[in-house]
């Protein structure tokens, strides 16, 4: 099936209509996966093996600013700067609206500003494409509600789906071959003193794409047969967590889950590596310091950037050890 197909069934007669407003801006967060989607069953729809959990990060994320244009193609800014309209990322962008203007629907001067670095595993792209999708909602007057907008952002990027709403979002696997029940949906609890710490160590384009990434570690990781049950075991741990307030209990399943996910990855062919040595000496850090009485946890996406886990209580600690990172509490910032 393609992404089109689905286009059509959540925009029904919508679809062909002419745009209501002439420009919509919107903001999404970006989210971080505590139990992560890593790979597909579909790869045109961007529908996953498993479902995956994430906590989205109140004010750090993507702003889109969609304004039509006279002009015969689209334009691209990203962070103040002009993006090639042959960029992967320009590319993939003007692909996915291309979806929405089959009917002589217009070009767009697009403005994306992200407070957090692009593409370097830090689900930037997750903010971008949920942010398109809300702008593209007011510019066309759709007023969708955001279950179906987040459908429609998983055709942009996948995790996309998770950064409709604040707070920790399940994206359910879900099941049809069209994908329509494949998608983020919020959980209802939230977590006061729950902090997320960004340790930037690197800002540079990652050398390989997640999506590129994730289709190798399923094509040739032999360990990736053993990842959709640490998922079903993972996910009912992080949510058991969530309900009990088990901080030991939600940090270690969500460090284990990424280190699975990695592990998955390098065992790919050729393997696939995002950390640096600053990343592996911050892993080391973190353990160093958990052993000493710290509660300190990580995750890790497809880039070398780490990201801390820890509770209100150890802000100082944190801030004392890792003097570079960003500190977030997402469920006061939302
Ligand atoms: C490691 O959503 O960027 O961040 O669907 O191909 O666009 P595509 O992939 P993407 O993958 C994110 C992978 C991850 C884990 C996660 O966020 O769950």
Redesign the pocket.
Known sequence: MKKIETVKQILGEQWQAAPQHTQGEAFAPS???LC???G?RDQEL?LPVTP?L?ISLGAKGATAKLVITDADRDSITLNGKPLAADSPFAQRLIHFLDLYRAHLQPKFDITLTSNIPIAA?L?S??AGFASVTKALDQVMGWQLPAEKLAVLARL?????TRSLWQGFVEWHAGERADGLDSRGAPITQTWQDLCVGLLILNKKEKSI???EA?QRTVETSALYATWPAKVTEDLANIKAAINKKDFTLLGETAESNAIA?HATMRHANPPVNYSLESTNSAIQKIWDLRNKGLEVYFTQ??GPNIKLLFLQNEINAITTHFSQATVLQPFLTA
């Not at 942009?156 to 996309?160: C, E, L, M, N």
């Open positions: 989210n971080i996966a992560k989607y890593w597909k961007n995956s994430s595993g689900a792209s997750a942009g990027s996948g995790s996309a794409s997640s999506r994730m996910m996406d497809a």
